[in-house]
């Protein structure tokens, strides 16, 4: 009964732990902007005394940019990381939020409960379920459950670059038997689900020259070529009539669902027209022989993401512009290779150029998909707690985002991710009003003890 014990123990001392929670919300620890620089030391050291006061042995580590958080537990039996983040985005616009963003408050909805305010779940409280179920356990058996290593981290929101070099640099420290990443949600904000694919992403800009100024489009048009007309033309003929991309090569390394996985997906049930209908949309766009979960998850894409030349201001302007650009990304998975896929984007490019027309490439990084090994017996342990803590059962699911860390964990480390998150799709995060759910942060707390429990 001992996990009864503990989950007693959070129930209980949940008005504790949301003040807790509470006032690390009150530092504002935006990572982006230097003026807050102070204040992401201060989110870091508070943690480093909230670890210290569960009797983990942490420290505050620094790095050209905002500080590490780290520390380490021996135990027996597997060892497990835990990721967090504990910077957060800006507030603007100030003028949009209901209440200042940093004066943290719970409040009742209709839906509920709620704790409002930036970093509530993004990543603060996230972060917080996974310490506060360490410190039940503590609590209620004098040690934690095995060997745990806490790593957080202040520049999440701004692009980690820190990270990777950290890292690198303390790699054997860092290594443990799986890492578990609380920075994700509930699938359509009632199922809890263990992300185990992530897409990859390819960023390539491009701008199209010809004539050596803007032209005239009465003394010069249908006698010079227009870079807006080569460009229209080269990003039309990316896709096919049935949404697939027309990239040699593209879809090597594009792995298909395992039944079971697909089964998975197919439970959830999942109302593509009401994911569309939220804004204005009714039709699938991609692939036609795929789902739509299939679309968001487990297939690439590549996605105009701006466009840009002649006059577009205010009124009309009869010209011929000089060159034209395009801002295109790339959604990856599996084993599709960037690098390559770059070349391939690039050599089609030029194939389409006329005469008198040259091209720039300018890249935006790039990183390959990320698929968990799902056979790690961690993976099935976590689902059926995960399954015992909520009203409907867990599931493994994909993400269309990129979410780099997972892949930082496989490729610096050689650590599996397992991703579990109890955010909400209503909760805002990024915008003004981000919010937590009190049930949330609650379960979320259990859901962790439950899953520490099945582990070990």
């Known amino acids: ?30 990572s982006t902007d230097p003026a807050y620089k102070d ?44 990721y967090g983040h504990y910077d ?22 209709d839906a509920g409960q709620v704790i409002r305010g930036r970093g509530s779940s993004d990543d603060k409280g996230q972060l917080m379920t996974f310490v506060e179920a360490c410190r039940a356990w503590k609590a209620e ?19 980690s ?50 004539a050596n100024k803007d032209l005239h489009s009465g003394m010069f048009g249908g006698v010079a070529m227009n870079p807006i007309r080569v460009l229209t033309k080269i990003i039309a ?56 979960l299939e679309m968001i998850w487990s297939r690439p894409t590549c996605e105009v993401n701006g466009i840009t030349s002649g006059y577009t201001g205010e009124g009309f302007k009869t010209v011929l512009p000089a060159e034209a650009s395009a801002k295109i990304s790339f959604r990856l998975v599996g084993d599709q ?28 990084g790039n990183s390959q998909g990320s698929v968990m090994a799902t056979d790690h017996p961690a993976f099935e342990q976590a689902r059926q707690a995960l399954s015992d803590e909520w009203p409907e059962a867990a599931a493994f699911a994909g993400c269309g985002g990129s979410i780099p860390i997972a892949g930082h964990f496989k490729d610096i480390l050689g650590t599996d991710a397992m991703l579990i998150g109890f955010a909400k799709d209503d909760d805002q995060i990024h915008s003004p009003n981000e919010k937590y759910d009190l049930e949330s942060f609650h379960k979320g707390i259990r859901s962790w003890a439950r899953i520490l429990d099945a582990m070990t």
């Open 161 to 210: 670059p820190s990270l990777v070099p950290f890292m690198k640099e303390n790699a054997e420290e860092l290594k443990s038997d799986i890492a578990l990443i609380c920075d994700t949600g509930l699938f359509q904000s009632k199922t809890p689900a263990i992300i185990t694919s992530l897409r990859g992403l390819l960023g390539e800009e491009l701008t199209i020259k010809a």
């Open 337 to 364: 290779d960037p690098h390559k896929i770059r070349e391939a984007f690039r050599a089609y490019v030029e194939s389409c150029l006329p005469a008198d027309v040259t091209v720039e490439f300018k890249g935006h």
């Open 141 to 159: 058996h004098g040690s934690l459950p095995c060997k745990i290593t806490f790593f957080f981290e202040g520049e999440e929101e701004s692009g």
């Open 39 to 82: 204040d992401c030391q201060s989110a870091a050291d508070w943690l480093v005394r909230d670890l210290q006061s569960i009797g983990v042995p942490a420290e505050k580590r620094e790095t050209p940019g905002h500080p590490m958080v780290v520390g380490h537990v021996e135990g027996n039996g597997p060892h497990v990381l835990f």
């Open 88 to 109: 957060v985005q800006p507030v603007d616009p100030i003028d949009l939020w209901d209440n200042p963003p940093f004066e943290p408050a719970i409040e009742d909805t």
């Open 237 to 292: 003929g990316l896709h096919d009539d049935q949404g697939r991309v027309t990239l040699p090569g593209f879809y090597d390394g594009v792995p298909e669902l395992s039944e079971d996985l697909a089964a998975q997906w197919q439970a959830l049930a999942f109302d593509h027209k009401a994911f569309l209908g939220d804004v204005n949309l009714s039709e699938p766009a991609g692939e036609q022989d795929r789902t739509p």
């Open 1 to 30: 009964m001992s996990l009864e014990n503990i989950l007693h123990r959070i129930d209980a001392e949940m008005p504790a732990a949301t003040e807790r929670l509470l006032d690390l919300l009150r530092i504002p620890s935006i």
